[in-house]
């Protein structure tokens, strides 16, 4: 079982940045693929970035030169860079964690956490 935290939502002013972190229990945080998500009012949840255990990255269009996703695995932890935020990134951002054991794929979220950007 994979338990993750999120933190760093807020309140911001179109054009301003935040940085989002996700810390993970567990010794195996290395080989995790993780992934921030974002769902906002009546939209489903939609993938914003991704990084692989070997730091390589993807990202959904919209955020691609504002948004960078970045991971430090000695504390267990990725983070989401963003800048330039915009009112259309207003949303409930998700950690994601997957990993597979066995030939099964494993998905563990965290709580989410709110990022609210003001025109």
């Known amino acids: 079982q994979v338990q993750l935290v999120e933190s760093g939502g807020g309140l911001v002013q179109a054009g301003g940045s935040l940085r989002l972190s996700c810390a993970a229990s567990?010794?195996?945080?290395?080989?995790?693929?993780m992934g921030w998500y974002r769902q906002a009012p009546g939209k489903q949840r939609e993938l914003v970035a991704t990084?692989?255990?070997?730091?390589?990255?993807n990202y959904t269009d919209s955020v691609k030169g504002r948004f960078t996703i970045s991971r430090d695995n000695a504390k267990n932890t990725v983070y989401l860079q963003m800048n330039s935020l915009k009112p259309e990134d207003t949303a409930v951002y998700f950690c994601?964690?997957?990993?597979?054991?066995?030939?099964?794929?494993?998905?563990?979220w965290g709580q989410g956490t709110q990022v609210t950007v003001s025109s």
């Open positions: 567990g010794s195996l945080f290395s080989m995790y693929h």
């Open positions: 994601n964690a997957r990993t597979r054991r066995l030939g099964v794929m494993y998905d563990y």
């Open positions: 990084i692989t255990s070997v730091s390589s990255t």
